[in-house]
């Protein structure tokens, strides 16, 4: 086992240019945008049920989870910024796997891959997040974040047009990946970190324990319920109200427009309120939008509905991560695999049940999903 080292080493938050990390973050969510947008298309290229589909996703997660021990050497080796950015290159060639996949199981394994390298991109990205607050003592995390919302929105909204024009997932993902491999090379260049900074711990899977059990349960919960809202949502909208392919991403895009304005209200939000207290109601918010999505009698109307959800969820894994990044490397390493966790659990589950009971009772129960967190918010005493 490595020893664990503070992330702070050789942070030098002074010579970041101000836009290269919130153009990280934008870049990594418009390319898993451009995933997630174009799940509805590629389900009905290769005539996937709602079983086959869960499996499908069920390989991100997967992919995730076992990706613990690659970031951490790629981190302690390269650093996290080199690792951001190669990681970021090998998910553009990964999208292109995707939308070539002749046949499930080749989507199968590209989507394994997919899982192995975002984690890997999110990690990275979240140390050098997590060692600017620390060193700076200010709250950035959820503008950060809201970065990467903006990125997931335009990736999304993308994909929404290229199904309207009825643009192959294939040629869609060959469009956009030149111009992001570019706009990849110049933020990395910008984002001066020196490269041998992070080191985590190579643990293949940990828990969180004591007041972190609490962190780790709402990444679970929190992971479960954006997964599943990301890669049903329009599936959702597809099959209860017959709509098309291209107003079907409108369920990710209204999700993420409203999280986007949330999380860049949260960090003047939490020096008013405690992010325990805006966790917790903003789960309240989610649990109601979502049962509202599912008894809406309209598609529009169920839009709503993932737009009140994306104000629920927004400050979730900003506030979490940063309290469990303040608590040290192995903290957030656990929070980290706790929340990856989650992501494999979800799309099973939810692929379960909509084959069994229909989309309906898939959506409610990840509203359901959202109860539960608001009780976890209240008891967890480090997000404060």
């Not at 992010?275 to 309240?284: E, Q």
Request: a positive charge.
């Amino acid at each position: 086992m490595m020893q664990s080292s503070s992330l702070l080493s050789g942070f030098h938050y002074r010579s970041f240019k101000p836009l290269s990390l919130p153009a990280m973050f934008t870049l990594f969510g418009m390319a898993m945008g451009s995933w997630a947008g174009r799940i509805p298309a590629l389900r009905e290229g290769l005539q996937i049920s709602h079983s086959e589909l869960s499996m499908v996703l069920v390989c991100g997660g997967l992919g995730a989870l076992l990706s613990q021990p690659i970031s951490s050497r790629l981190m302690s080796s390269l650093g996290a910024r080199k690792t951001a950015y190669y990681a970021c290159q090998a998910l553009l060639a990964v999208l292109l796997c995707i939308g070539a996949a002749p046949s499930v199981s080749l989507l199968m394994v590209s989507v394994l891959m997919l899982g192995i390298v975002a984690s890997c991109v999110n990690v990275s990205l979240q140390s050098i997040a997590t060692g600017f607050e620390k060193a700076t003592g200010k709250s950035e995390m959820s503008k950060l974040h809201a970065w990467g919302c903006a990125g997931g929105l335009g990736g999304a909204a993308l994909g929404s047009v290229m199904a309207t024009l009825h643009v192959a997932p294939l040629m869609h993902y060959l469009l956009i990946a030149m111009p992001l491999s570019l706009l990849l090379k110049l933020a990395s260049d910008s984002l001066q970190v020196q490269d041998d900074a992070v080191a985590i711990e190579r643990k293949a899977f940990c828990l969180p324990r004591g007041p972190l059990a609490w962190l780790g349960a709402l990444g679970f919960l929190g992971a479960m319920s954006e997964g599943s809202i990301a890669d049903w949502g329009g599936v959702f909208l597809k099959d209860h109200f017959e709509v098309s392919d291209g107003f079907a991403p409108l369920a990710l895009t209204m999700f993420s427009v409203m999280m986007l304005v949330a999380r860049l209200m949260g960090d003047d939000l939490k020096a008013k309120f405690s992010a325990r207290a805006l966790v917790g109601y903003g789960a309240l918010l989610s649990a109601g939008g979502l049962f509202f999505a599912v008894l809406s009698p309209s598609a529009l109307l169920a839009l709503a509905g993932f737009a009140a959800a994306g104000v629920g969820l927004a400050l979730l894994f900003p506030f979490v991560y940063s309290a469990a990044g303040k608590e040290g490397p192995m903290a957030f390493a656990a929070v980290a695999t706790m929340s990856y966790s989650g992501s494999l659990m979800g799309p099973p589950v939810v692929g379960t049940l909509a084959e069994a009971f229909g989309m309906q009772a898939a959506i409610g129960f990840v509203g359901s999903l959202s109860l539960v967190m608001a009780v976890i918010a209240s008891r967890a005493s480090l997000l404060k």
